[in-house]
């Protein structure tokens, strides 16, 4: 069965302090892996999309990779508007369905 | 302005009352679907549809349905909604390609109680 679980449940950071969150995904062959942002009472907003495996992705303070198990997001330096649920979803080959982790929740403190 | 938009945001309801909530998307995608999003247990699709007329089911389709007569609207029907109903329902839209679906636009949410 396809899974997506993504851990820490939460995460809670110092203001500047670095860290990753990681979400472990078990498909029959994988389309693509999406990160999302998502804050209180909103819609998740996209982050980033990978493929393949040793793919690398950047935006800011976010940096998103890939390997054939597992996806990191990694957050450096963040700050307190970085505080957000992140979302990690896949897509199988195969089919068109989406599968969603339950999310990190990320706090930071200033 | 790129948006998915859904109605109504709020809606308070009684068991057995069928209702359906809207999504309409102005990007031409030919991608939509529907999930509910509970505590601890993140986003959960319940349909999706690939193109006008098109549609399957998610991993929690039971008690829904859906309907893709044009490709800017995918309704979400709740024929006799119960308590267990009562969620956090997201419509979301995106390109299909070769690779898969690009990245989903969301709406806004529609908080539903079933009383």
């Known amino acids: 069965e396809d899974q997506v679980t993504q851990s820490p449940e939460a995460l809670r950071l110092q203001e500047g302090e670095s860290s990753s969150l990681n979400c472990s995904y078990t498909?029959?062959?994988?389309?693509?892996l999406f990160w999302y942002r998502q804050d209180p009472g909103k819609g998740p907003e996209f982050l980033f999309t990978l493929y393949s495996a040793g793919e690398e992705k950047e935006k800011e303070r976010l940096k998103a990779t890939l390997t054939k198990k597992e996806s990191f997001l990694h957050i450096t330096a963040p700050k307190p508007e970085d505080s957000a649920t992140y979302l990690c979803a896949v897509q199988a080959a195969g089919g068109f369905k989406t599968i969603f982790g339950a999310g990190t929740r990320l706090f930071v403190k200033a | 302005e790129a948006q998915v938009t859904q109605n109504p945001r709020y809606l308070i309801t009684v068991t057995g009352k069928k209702l359906t909530v809207t999504c309409s998307q102005n990007m031409n995608h030919e991608y939509m679907s529907w999930y509910r999003q509970d505590p601890g247990l993140g986003l959960r699709q319940i349909y999706y549809?690939?193109?006008?007329?098109?549609?399957d089911k998610g991993d929690v389709p039971e008690g829904y349905k859906v309907s893709r007569k044009e490709k800017r609207n995918f309704p979400l029907i709740l024929e006799s909604p119960s308590p267990n109903q009562t969620s956090l329902y997201f419509c979301?839209?995106?390109?299909?390609?070769?690779?898969?679906?690009?990245?989903?636009?969301f709406g806004q949410g529609t908080r539903l109680t079933v009383v």
């Open positions: 549809s690939m193109n006008v007329e098109v549609t």
């Open positions: 498909v029959s062959g994988l389309r693509g």
């Open positions: 979301a839209s995106s390109y299909q390609t070769g690779h898969g679906n690009t990245e989903a636009f």
